[in-house]
C-alpha cells in the first residue's frame, strides 16, 4: 500500500470476484466499496486469481486478504517466488518501484506497475534494460482504457486534423499526470512527443506537450480544484469532450489486458508507449526545475 491509494484492496476485488466494503470503509476508501458495489455483478476475471499479498505492514495485508479472498499473506516480498505466475506492484511511489520490482524481474516473473513506473531517469534506464532484455515489464494508468476516451477516439476521425488538446485534473503532476497523459495519447494513437514545458508551480501545474503529429497538448493539474479528470480535444472541423468518471470500467479492463498479457507471455501494450511517456513524466519535472526551460525529448 501506498497512502491513498486503494488499488491493492479494489483490483483484487475485482480479479477475485469479492470484497467486504464494510472494510474497505473501515480503512477509509467508502467510494471504492461502493463501486464494486454498484458492479458487483461483473466482479471477477476469468483466468487470473490473487493468492498471494504482501504490505510493509503485515495487518494492512491481512485487511486486504479478508477483503478480497486472497489466501495467503506473506512477510517478505521474495517469499512469494516461485508460488505465483505474475505480480502487480499496486502502489503509486515510483522511487520505490525498481526495489519491489527486482527480485520479480530477476526471476523472470511478469510484472505490472502501477503508474507511474518512474520519476527519475536512472530508475526508467533499469526498467528499459530489464525489458530490452527480455523482461516482462507492462505499466500504464487505467485511463488508457477509459471508455470515455474510447467514444471519443470512435469520433476522431470527424473532427479532422486535431490541433489542440487541453487536459484538466487534480493532485499533481507526479502521481497524476500521467493518467492524463496516458489517455490523451492513446485517443491519439500514440504520437511522438517532441518537447516539453512545465509553466505552472507546485499545487498548480501546467504542462505543455508538443507532437510529432503537431498536436499541442495543455495540462493543468490543480491540487486546490474538486476532482476531476477532464480531456478536450479540438479539430479543424469539430470537438469531444471526455469526461472521465467510471475508474471501475478502466480499471477493470487494463486488469484483463494484462492477464491476457501473462496468458500471451509479453505484455500487449509496448513498453516503448509506456517509456516515451515516461520521458514527458520526467521531462517537465525538469523543465520546472529549470525554471520552465523546454526540454527536448
Known amino acids: 500500500m501506498s497512502e491513498g491509494n486503494a488499488h491493492p484492496y479494489s483490483w483484487s476485488s475485482i480479479i477475485n470476484g469479492q470484497f467486504d466494503g464494510d472494510e474497505i470503509c473501515r480503512v477509509g476508501y467508502p467510494a471504492v466499496a461502493a463501486y464494486l458495489e454498484a458492479n458487483e455483478d461483473t466482479l471477477g476475471i476469468t483466468g487470473g486469481r490473487v493468492t498471494h499479498v504482501w504490505c510493509q505492514e503485515r495487518t494492512i495485508a491481512e485487511s486486504i486478504a479478508r477483503s478480497s479472498g486472497i489466501p495467503t499473506v506473506v512477510d517478505r516480498l521474495e517469499d512469494m517466488v516461485g508460488d505465483i505466475d505474475a505480480v502487480i506492484l499496486g502502489r503509486d511511489d515510483p522511487e520505490n518501484h525498481v526495489a519491489m520490482a527486482i527480485p520479480f524481474v530477476d526471476a523472470g516473473i511478469p510484472v505490472f ?44 476521425a470527424a473532427l479532422g486534423k486535431i490541433e489542440l488538446v487541453t487536459a ?130
Not at 500471451?264 to 513498453?271: A, I, Y
Open 113 to 156: 506497475v502501477d503508474k507511474p513506473l518512474a520519476y527519475s531517469q536512472d530508475d526508467l534506464d533499469w526498467f528499459a534494460d530489464k525489458a530490452a532484455d527480455g523482461g516482462f515489464v507492462m505499466s500504464c494508468s487505467s485511463m488508457r482504457y477509459a471508455n470515455e476516451c474510447r467514444i471519443v477516439k470512435q469520433d476522431l
Open 168 to 297: 484538466v485534473g487534480k493532485k499533481d503532476w507526479k502521481k497524476y499526470g500521467i493518467h492524463l497523459l496516458e489517455a490523451i495519447f492513446a485517443v491519439l494513437d500514440d504520437p511522438k512527443p517532441i518537447h516539453v514545458r512545465h509553466v505552472g508551480e507546485l499545487d498548480r501545474e501546467i504542462v505543455t506537450v508538443r507532437t510529432d503529429s503537431g498536436t499541442d497538448i495543455t495540462l493543468h493539474l490543480y491540487n486546490p480544484i474538486s476532482g476531476t479528470f477532464q480531456l478536450t480535444f479540438y479539430g479543424r472541423q469539430g470537438w469531444r469532450m471526455a469526461d472521465i468518471k467510471n475508474s471501475y470500467s478502466m480499471f477493470r479492463d487494463n486488469l484483463i489486458e494484462f492477464i491476457r498479457s501473462v496468458e500471451e507471455g509479453k505484455p500487449r501494450l509496448s513498453f516503448e508507449k509506456t517509456y516515451s511517456l515516461m520521458k514527458v513524466l520526467i521531462g517537465a519535472k525538469e523543465s520546472r526545475e529549470q525554471g520552465g526551460k523546454v526540454v527536448l525529448l
